[in-house]
Structure formats: structure tokens, C-alpha cells
């Protein structure tokens, strides 16, 4: 499909989807519901979703039919037929070493579930522990130089489980304005004290570390940041941070989702890239983006922390363990990330990545941050990312189109997400039509392109 056959709607079409509400409003505006009624507070919501989705505008919720691959059959929500459309280019799924294809890590799963079953039926602290996890903690402990290694049931319980596990009402959390929801909602949980810094500011986290121990010398501080972040593909001065913590008496958290498996030598991640194996307080990450798995996991050189862990994560120590299937599926994804195959894996990622941003900045978008398997294409004003995401799942190239809550407001962008198996000619059609559509949405919405993000338009992955 070229770009001049791209649907956008006829201009009758485009005022009525404004009219009618399609293209305005934001989910902030029902962050918050008021009434007596729990339930039925929730009907406004309901209403502008469904009007969205009846426009063809709400691309969320969405499934795949078959394997998430670099082409994909996908149907909306709701949908319960099987797709008809054609298979698509696919931008919208996090395999970032395609390992869940992979036949030595199906194969993995497939023997695990012969030998161990599908459950692991019970908590890891009261009999759901599995070889194969047991042997997952071991590994990822030698990636990471790491002695003592606590498994999740998924990243956002990791997350949320260490800080509400660690910090405690007089402690304090400093943590990077744009980290993972899951980060900042644990530090809301776990105290009132707790502090944004500006986005990679090592300067204001100084600022913020010094104040703190100004006033308070006796009480701990959590500082977090993310190995890559998941929305402005960019990462943070490790060495520094860790520097920062030791002279202010502050432990560094370090989530590695996006980056560990994907980047850096053996698989090792941002850590890894800037010498800080093993030198790092507290490693934490997910198995969802590039081990072709959920679960989620942190590190530690302490025994005592993982004792912390184990009996005031609640996440850890009140759900299920991963099962066999998944700690085998881990396994075997990071035996291969972590070998030759893996490098030649990641070299190919970084080359789809490099190649597709090359490609959409010919069509005069602009990618935020560095090279990575995520590549975000700003756009900044909502309606122009839905109406170009209407566009793109009409012409079979699958992309995730992000804004509030995802984003700050006008910070909308397309988060588009790269595989090691993606061909070239794949990234050629999906950076042409990309550009086609989100140039030729802002044509019809009458909107300016915007070529990036000011100081105060930054997101929040």
C-alpha cells in the first residue's frame, strides 16, 4: 500500500468525528469520578471510550491473532471472530530478540511442561519455587554479578513489591520524573516522602539529596531510575548516580526492563555498557520485552534484602510463583541472549532500529532519544495521534499510539517497537507509511507538525 491510498476520511468525515467528541476530551477528565455510586461513576468513561472505538479511534485492548511476530493478525476489542484482515507489519509487540519464536526456547517451555505441569501452585515462599526457577535466579545472578536474585510473578509486582518492601513512612524516595508508573506508585505507597527529579538531571538529583540530608540524617533514601526508558528510549549517567548515593548515604534502584538481554555486552544491558556489573545497589527488571515471558525479578549483593523481599514484597510473597513453563521459557531466552547467537540478535536489533529511524526521518518525523528496540515518533497533540493510528490499523501496520495516562498531556506520540526478525523491507513500508499518515493526519486536522518535545513535554512511561 503506497501513501496516497492511505484513508484518512473525507473532510465532511474528520469535522464530524471533532464534532461529535471522537477527537477531543483526554482520560484525565475521568481520572478522578465523583458520586455515591462506584459503579456508575464509571459510565462517562465508558461512553467516550465507546464512542472513540465506534470511529475506529481506540486503538487499545486490541489482541493478536497467532504469535506476536514482525507481522501479526490483529483484532480490536471486543472482536471475538477470528481476523480476516491481512497480516500487518508489527510495531506494537515487545519481543525485542524475537525469542518467542525461537524453537530451542519453545521447545524449553514445551519440556517443562511435560515434566513440571503448567502450575507452579504456591507463593515462592511456601512451596512454588521449581528447578527451573531455582536455576533462573542462579543465571541471572551471574549476568548481573549479583549474589541474591528474587523472582516476581511480573515486573510491575517487582517494582512495586521492592520499594513497598525497603521504604518505610520516614523514608524518602528521589525517583526520575519519566520512571515506569509501577516505580512511582510503589513510592507513593510506601511514604508521602517522595521527590521528582528532572528527567536524567544528575545536577537536581544532587540538589534534591543534599536538601534531604540537610534535614534528615538518620532516615533512608530510595533513588530510582530505569537502565532505558520506555518512552524516550534514553538512559541515565549510572556511574554518577551511584557516585550520588554513596556521598549522600542513599541506595540506587536501577529497573532494567526495557534495556537487560537487549543492549550492552552479553546481554548485560545499560549496566553492562557503562562498567557498573556488579557496582550497582539494587538491579531490578521484567522478563516481558526480550526473555519472551512475564515475571519480573530483583538483585541484590545483599542475602538480607532478599530476606526483606521474601516476607514484605507483597507481590512476592502472596502470589503464585512463576510456573515451570515461564521459568523454563526465561531460562532458555537468556542462555541464548547471554551467547553468540544473542549478539548477532542484538547487532540485528540495532540495526532494524537504526535503519528505521533513518527511514521515518526522511519522511520528516523525528525519533526521540537513542537507538534502541523502542523507537518513539512525537507527535504531541492527541487527536492527530489517533486520527494517524486509525490510519496506520486501516492499512495493516500496527503501532501503539500513547497519550494520557501513558504521557503527559500534548505529549502524544507513536511508541513504535522494534524486532531483531524484522526485514528491511518491513521497516522501508512501515517508515513510509507512518510518516504518510501522521504528516497527512495533521494535514486534515489543520495541526502544525511538532518536531519534538519542549522541558515542561516529557513523558512518563
Not at 469535522?15 to 462506584?38: E, I, K, M, Y
Not at 555486552?265 to 531490578?284: A, F, H, T
Request: hydrophobic share 45%.
Amino acid at each position: 500500500m503506497h501513501e496516497e491510498t492511505l484513508d484518512f476520511g473525507r473532510a465532511a468525515d474528520i469535522a464530524g468525528l471533532t464534532a461529535c467528541g471522537a477527537l477531543r476530551g483526554n482520560v484525565a477528565q475521568f481520572a478522578q469520578p465523583r458520586g455515591p455510586d462506584l459503579i456508575r461513576r464509571t459510565e462517562a468513561l465508558d461512553a467516550w471510550c465507546t464512542l472513540r472505538a465506534a470511529h475506529g479511534l481506540w486503538q487499545y485492548a486490541r489482541a493478536v491473532d497467532g504469535a506476536p511476530g514482525p507481522e501479526a493478525r490483529v483484532r480490536e476489542e471486543g472482536d471475538a471472530a477470528v481476523c480476516e484482515a491481512a497480516p500487518g507489519v508489527n510495531f506494537a509487540s515487545q519481543d525485542y530478540l524475537s525469542l518467542a519464536s525461537h524453537p530451542a526456547v519453545r521447545e524449553a517451555a514445551q519440556r517443562a511442561l511435560l515434566v513440571s505441569g503448567p502450575h507452579s501452585a504456591g507463593s515462592a515462599v511456601l512451596l512454588g519455587n521449581s528447578s527451573a526457577s531455582l536455576a533462573l535466579e542462579q543465571s541471572l545472578g551471574a549476568l548481573l554479578r549479583c549474589a541474591h536474585v528474587t523472582l516476581f510473578p511480573t515486573g510491575w509486582g517487582a517494582a512495586f513489591g521492592l520499594i513497598t518492601a525497603l521504604v518505610g513512612p520516614r523514608d524518602y524516595v528521589v525517583v526520575d520524573a519519566l520512571a515506569h508508573a509501577s516505580l512511582r506508585q510503589g513510592a507513593g505507597a510506601a511514604t508521602r516522602n517522595v521527590a521528582l527529579h528532572r528527567h536524567l538531571d544528575t545536577g537536581h538529583v544532587r540538589e534534591v539529596l543534599a536538601a534531604i540530608r540537610l534535614r534528615d540524617p538518620d532516615n533512608g533514601i530510595l533513588v530510582v531510575t530505569e537502565g532505558l526508558f520506555s518512552m524516550d528510549s534514553d538512559v541515565p549517567d549510572l556511574p554518577l548516580m551511584q557516585h550520588l548515593c554513596r556521598e549522600y548515604g542513599a541506595t540506587l534502584l536501577v529497573d532494567v526492563a526495557h534495556d537487560l538481554g537487549a543492549l550492552g555486552p552479553g546481554g548485560s544491558g545499560s549496566i553492562g555498557e557503562q562498567g557498573m556489573l556488579g557496582k550497582i545497589d539494587i538491579v531490578m527488571g521484567a522478563f516481558s520485552k526480550t526473555f519472551a515471558s512475564n515475571g519480573g525479578f530483583v538483585a541484590c549483593a545483599s542475602r538480607a534484602v532478599k530476606r526483606q523481599l521474601q516476607l514484605f514484597a507483597g507481590p512476592h510473597l502472596f502470589s503464585n510463583a512463576l510456573s515451570p513453563v515461564q521459568a523454563a521459557t526465561v531460562l532458555e531466552a537468556l542462555r541464548i541472549a547471554g551467547g553468540s547467537e544473542g549478539d548477532g540478535l542484538r547487532a540485528s536489533l540495532l540495526r532494524n532500529a537504526v535503519a528505521l529511524r533513518a527511514g521515518l526521518a526522511e519522511t520528516g518525523l523525528r525519533c526521540l532519544g537513542l537507538p534502541s528496540a523502542i523507537v518513539p515518533v512525537w507527535i504531541g497533540s492527541e487527536p492527530v495521534a489517533r486520527l494517524a493510528g486509525r490510519t496506520l490499523a486501516r492499512a495493516n501496520v500496527h503501532v501503539n499510539a500513547v497519550e494520557f495516562p501513558g504521557v503527559p498531556l500534548g505529549a502524544a506520540r507513536l511508541r513504535l517497537q522494534v524486532m531483531a526478525a524484522h526485514g528491511a523491507g518491513q521497516l522501508r513500508h512501515g517508515a513510509r507509511l507512518v510518516g504518510a499518515a501522521v504528516n497527512g493526519a495533521g494535514a486534515a486536522l489543520g495541526v502544525e507538525p511538532e518536531r519534538g518535545p519542549g522541558r515542561r513535554e516529557r513523558s512518563r512511561g
